[in-house]
Each structure stands twice: as structure tokens, then as C-alpha cells.
């Protein structure tokens, strides 16, 4: 995405020698670039300041450059608190979603539920607690319905804490695992709503609060996180609407500058378009390296896990063929938005380019691709090798997917970039920064 093109056009610059010049020059391209993709100042101080010394310890070099980078970045990252979605000991576990008017938080509320239940399988609730506009229990409601995810509202309580309160009652009472109480914003923070909110977490004793914030909004995101934090001590940040976030230098700087964890992200308008947030992971992204982990948890949901588990074994081994490629198309039409989805796969990064903003009903090039693989006989899409090493196989595929020979040249050798990377990298959590440059 931004953050790694940035990362990666910087470190692709730096070319160190052993001098403490060359080390100013490679962290001056940095500092550039981190502040060009809108992460906060003082993060990047901080970032540049940690780099320098660890540099420095290690020696002047590329190889210690790029691991004190990678270090630093992950200690940015990493806030005190919970990662994921942590489980209360005794159930329910209850989740306030709280955040300004218009975040994302009701959106957000229905796809965390949509994630534990299918993702995790667990008996999720979502309660109704924002009375302030009279559309958002219809909202919810509607999100419910849709998605088959279950909601607790009452319309004739006299308020949102009373609606919070009986919902968690309900939970209890039904045996649910998770709680969810969708709350109301505001344009701006105001008194009244943060009684409202303080309120209900005395009465509801939350396990976790979550501030959902807009990342379109940027700089503001980061300041009204510190405010809500210090009324209602909030234990994690969700991002959203990271997919319209030009830059996303929001996400790198949140939890740094906040001082809490940033749990999930918001990456699209749909149910799945939520991402669990991992510094390792993103660390591991960001330098280039894809995030097999996060594709595997993904797919696990719409494949069966016997599938998925075949597919990382495949990626592991560097099997992946275009059957797989194929599937992969079709199985993401259920899940968000596709990029997301193959920015996770190692390697993918080039193709994702030619890709650009797929709509994946109309795209031109996933139709190209998809006629490419059904012009391939049952060999050849087991085996790409197959591909590679005939140019009469070539042109007969292209012949017969409308193609010219050039982009099936073209597509082909995307393809086998991508399955080289995800071998070489598949099954590691954090990148050999020695291989990376090598490439
Ligand atoms: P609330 O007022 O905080 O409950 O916000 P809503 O959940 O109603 O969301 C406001 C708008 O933002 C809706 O149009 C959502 O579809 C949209 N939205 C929420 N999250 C995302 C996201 O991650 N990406 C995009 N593109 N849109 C989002
Ligand atoms: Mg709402």
C-alpha cells in the first residue's frame, strides 16, 4: 500500500556506505518520505532518532540499517494493551465502539460481530445503543439482517444506558461470547455524549473500549483518540476508511502517539473489509514481505480450513499454480476488496499495480487473466513451469483467450515473480533484509 511504496522507494535509495554521511543521507530520505506519507513528526523523530542509535551500535551498513528500521518500527507500532481480539475469562465479553459521529462505529460493530462469528465462531451480540439518530437502530437492524448476525435493541427504553444494560443482561442470559454496544457520536466531542459514554461504562463495566476512528480524517483522528482516552480510558484504536486514506500515515503514528494498541482496521464499505492489526505483520508488509498469516485468516472464513491450510502449505512449498489462482478469484468475490486480500500475498505488489482499483465483476485484467487460465489445458494450470518454458504453449493460449502473445508473456511472468516471492518468503514472519534488497 502507500506506507510500504514509500518505505520501499526510500530504502531502495539507500545505498550506505560505512560513513556517517551516508547514514544522514539515507535517514534524510526517510525522514522525507515518512513525512510525506502524513505520519505524525514526533513519530518520525522518534522512529529516525531509534534507527540512528541502533545503526550506529551495530555499525554503519545497508543489512543494519534495514534491521534497526524494521525494529524501530515495530516498537512504534506497539502500544501496551491487547492485540487481536482478547476474550473476557468469564463470558460475555463486552466491547463499547465508541467514536464520533459518522466514524464508522455502527458499520465497524457489524463487521467485528461478522468476523468472531465466522472467523472464530463465536455467539456475538450486537446491541442498539445509539439513540441520538433516529436511523441508527434501523441501521444496525438492517446490518443484522443482512449478514444473519444476531442484535438486542428496545425501543422503549428511556435510554442508551438502560438499552446497554439490558443488552449485556441479555448476552448473559442467552449465553452469548461477545457483546457489542454500538454507541452514539457526535460531530464534535461534547460533554453530553462523554456522560453518556462514562455512564454506561460504569454501568456496563466494559472489557474493552474501542475508539473507532476516520483515517480520512487524519491529524484530528490522533487528537480526538487522546481526548476520548482520557475520559473513558479506552484499551484500543479501530482505524477506518483506510482504503480512501490517500497516504496512510495515520496508522503508523496512532498507537505511538495515542499510547494504545491499534486493534483493526477498516480497509472498505463492506462486511469482511476489516483487518486485524498486527505490528509484526504490518512491519513484515510494510518492508515488503506480504503477510501470509493474515491471507490465511482471511480465506479461512470463505474456504473450508482444510483449504486453507492446503493453500499455505502449497505457498509454503511455492506449488501455488493458476488453478489455485483461479479459485483464489472466485473465493474473493465473498470476501472485501481484492487488493487487500492479494497485497497479502507475497510478491503480489507488481501485479497489484497492473491491477490498480479493480472492481473485480468489471476489471479488464482479471478478465484477461481469467481467459488466460481457462485457454490452458489441466497441465498447464497445475504446473506453470509448463508455460514458462514453451513459447508455442504460449501462443496458443494466448490464441485462444483473445490475448496477444505479449500479455500472455506478460501475465505469466507476473505470475511467476509472485510464486517465487511467496516461496522465498512464505512461512517466515519477518523478512531477511539481505534476500529483500537482493531482489
Ligand atoms: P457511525 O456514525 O460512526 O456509526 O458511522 P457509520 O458506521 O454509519 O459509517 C459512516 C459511513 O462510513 C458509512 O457510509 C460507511 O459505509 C462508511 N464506512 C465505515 N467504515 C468504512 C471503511 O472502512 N471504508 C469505507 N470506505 N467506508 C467506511
Ligand atoms: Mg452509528
Redesign the pocket.
Known amino acids: 500500500d502507500r506506507i510500504s511504496d514509500g518505505f520501499r522507494s526510500a530504502i531502495n535509495k539507500i545505498r550506505m556506505k560505512d560513513d556517517e554521511k551516508s547514514l544522514k543521507k539515507a535517514l534524510d530520505e526517510l525522514k522525507k518520505n515518512l513525512l510525506k506519507a502524513d505520519v505524525h513528526f514526533k513519530t518520525v523523530k522518534e522512529l529516525l532518532r531509534k534507527v540512528e542509535i541502533e545503526t550506529k551500535k551495530a555499525g554503519i551498513g545497508r543489512a543494519n540499517f534495514l534491521k534497526a528500521l524494521e525494529e524501530a518500527l515495530k516498537e512504534i507500532l506497539t502500544a501496551p494493551g491487547n492485540y487481536g481480539f482478547v476474550y473476557a475469562s468469564k463470558p460475555p465479553t463486552v466491547v463499547m465502539m465508541t467514536?464520533?459521529?459518522?466514524?464508522?462505529?455502527?458499520?465497524?460493530?457489524a463487521k467485528l460481530a461478522y468476523y468472531l462469528k465466522n472467523f472464530k465462531k463465536k455467539k456475538v451480540l450486537m446491541v442498539a445503543a445509539?439513540l441520538q439518530?433516529l436511523a441508527?437502530v434501523e441501521?444496525l437492524r438492517q446490518l443484522a439482517e443482512q449478514n444473519e448476525l444476531d442484535i438486542f435493541y428496545d425501543e422503549n427504553a428511556k435510554n442508551a444506558v438502560e438499552v446497554a444494560k439490558k443488552g449485556v443482561e441479555e448476552a448473559k442470559n442467552k449465553f452469548y461470547d461477545v457483546v457489542l454496544i454500538?454507541t452514539a457520536?457526535r460531530l464534535a466531542i461534547d460533554e453530553a455524549l462523554m456522560n453518556e459514554l462514562i455512564e454506561m461504562k460504569k454501568e456496563v463495566d466494559p472489557n474493552e473500549i474501542f475508539y473507532?476512528a476516520?483515517s480520512l480524517t487524519g491529524k484530528d483522528a490522533i487528537n480526538t483518540a487522546k481526548a476520548f482516552d482520557e475520559k473513558l480510558d479506552i484499551t484500543g484504536v479501530i482505524l477506518?476508511?483506510?482504503?480512501?486514506d490517500s497516504k496512510g500515515g495515520v496508522a503508523l503514528s496512532i498507537a505511538h502517539q495515542v499510547g494504545k494498541p491499534l486493534r483493526f482496521i477498516?480497509?472498505?464499505?463492506k462486511i469482511a473489509?476489516?483487518e486485524v492489526f498486527v505490528p509484526d505483520r504490518i512491519v513484515s508488509r510494510i518492508m515488503g514481505a506480504g503477510d501470509i498469516e493474515g491471507l490465511v485468516e482471511k480465506t479461512a472464513a470463505v474456504i473450508d480450513e482444510k483449504e486453507a491450510k492446503k493453500l499455505t502449505k502449497k505457498l509454503k512449498k511455492g506449488q501455488f499454480n493458476y488453478n489455485d489462482f483461479l479459485a483464489q478469484l472466485e473465493q474473493m468475490k465473498k470476501l472485501g476488496s481484492m487488493k487487500n486480500l492479494l497485497g497479502m500475498i507475497p510478491g503480489m505488489g507488481k501485479m497489484l499495480k497492473q491491477l490498480g482499483d479493480i472492481d473485480l465483476e468489471n476489471s479488464q485484467e482479471i478478465k484477461k487473466i481469467k481467459a488466460m487460465i481457462n485457454s490452458m489445458t489441466k497441465k498447464e494450470r497445475e504446473n506453470p513451469y509448463l508455460i514458462k518454458e514453451s513459447a508455442s504453449r504460449r501462443r496458443r493460449i494466448a490464441q485462444g483467450a483473445g490475448l496477444s502473445v505479449q500479455e500472455v508473456n506478460r501475465i505469466n511472468k507476473q505470475f511467476q515473480n509472485a510464486a517465487k516471492m511467496a516461496k522465498k518468503f512464505a512461512g517466515k514472519k519477518i523478512p531477511n533484509m539481505d534476500e529483500l534488497m537482493k531482489m
Do not use: F
Request: net charge negative.
Open positions: 467514536g464520533l459521529q459518522g466514524s464508522g462505529k455502527t458499520t465497524t460493530t445509539d439518530r441508527a441501521q454500538d457520536g473507532v476516520d477506518t476508511k483506510y482504503d480512501g477498516g480497509t472498505g464499505e473489509d476489516l
